[in-house]
């Protein structure tokens, strides 16, 4: 059975397709440190094994920021919110590691977006993403946040 999504849940509406920017390609990072990522693959889990076959780890935080000049602040934002306890998961700095999609064309446009995986297809899953700024499913996350702030919940991180 699957689970009720986001939108059904809160009754707010993702976009239909996001602004094809490449942000979630170029610094994806995963909600789960690595080694639990890998770990999860090993399990079978679909998403981790999926993320880690089309996903290749940057060589340093600065070559993260280099990849994606649009929003290079987005690394710094990541990094503090991680280390700063406003993420479900805890990390030291170093242990955060940054990713881009093998897919990516010259053009910055997906050479596989027919046949992406599912996870790519449903991205992004929660509206607890932390998005680069300009990506076009930002007002979803925002109004899942304020909607979640109407029902009482407090939210950890980033403001709406």
């Known amino acids: ?24 390609c170029s610094v994806a990072v995963p909600s789960v440190p690595v080694w639990e990522l890998f770990s999860k693959a090993a399990q079978g889990d679909e998403t981790s094994r999926d993320f880690l076959s089309v996903f290749v780890p940057h060589a340093s935080h600065q070559a993260a920021r280099d990849f994606y000049p649009e929003d290079p602040s987005h690394i710094d934002r990541v990094l503090a919110m991680v280390t700063q306890q406003k993420t479900k998961t805890t990390l030291q700095a170093q242990q955060v590691v940054f990713y881009h999609c093998r897919n990516l064309g010259p053009d910055r446009r997906c050479q596989i977006y027919e046949d992406r995986p599912g996870f ?33 919940y407090e939210i950890v991180g980033e403001a709406p």
């Open 120 to 152: 790519c297809r449903d991205y992004p899953a929660s509206p607890m993403a932390l998005l680069v700024k300009g990506c076009g499913y930002q007002s979803w996350v925002a109004a899942c946040k304020t909607r979640l702030a109407e029902l009482g």
């Open 1 to 24: 059975m699957t689970p009720p999504s986001w939108e059904s849940i809160l009754g707010v509406a993702k976009p239909a397709g996001c602004n094809l920017k490449a942000a979630c």
